[in-house]
Nanobody, 124 residues
Framework: QVQLVESGGGLVQPGGSLRLSCVASGFTLDYYSMGWFRQVPGKEREAIACTSASDGTTWYPDSVEGRFTISRDNAKNTVYLRMNRLKPEDTAVYYC?????????????????WGQGTQVTASS
């Protein structure tokens, strides 16, 4: 049974940092691309990071490029999202997801399993 469990969210002041973790079970992480998305009420789910399985390629949208870093530890079956210099507009529920294949996808339709989400709030 495939499961993804996120943790590490919370309340942080603008300019602060958080590291999210996504522990995967029921499959071998080595063979799949993994992504992080975020969503706020009333808006579509937004892709914010992806790491491929094939060559370690990563992708970020301009809104988080240079501030967020996705990484993976295949031995621990865990994917991380390091978020620095957080802004109020980064406030959202953050989800990790498993890609259908080994290459990065930047649309939700490219992912087949999702975690339950973790809330990140950047506010003073």
């Amino acid at each position: 049974q495939v499961q993804l469990v996120e943790s590490g969210g919370g309340l942080v002041q603008p300019g602060g940092s958080l590291r999210l973790s996504c522990v995967a079970s029921g499959f071998t992480l080595d063979y799949y691309s993994m992504g992080w998305f975020r969503q706020v009420p009333g808006k579509e789910r937004e892709a914010i990071a992806c790491t491929s399985a094939s060559d370690g390629t990563t992708w970020y949208p301009d809104s988080v490029e240079g501030r967020f870093t996705i990484s993976r530890d295949n031995a621990k079956n865990t994917v991380y999202l390091r978020m620095n210099r957080l802004k109020p507009e980064d406030t959202a529920v953050y989800y990790c997801a498993r890609g259908y294949g080994s290459s990065c996808a930047i649309r939700p339709q490219g992912y087949d399993y999702w975690g339950q989400g973790t809330q990140v709030t950047a506010s003073s």
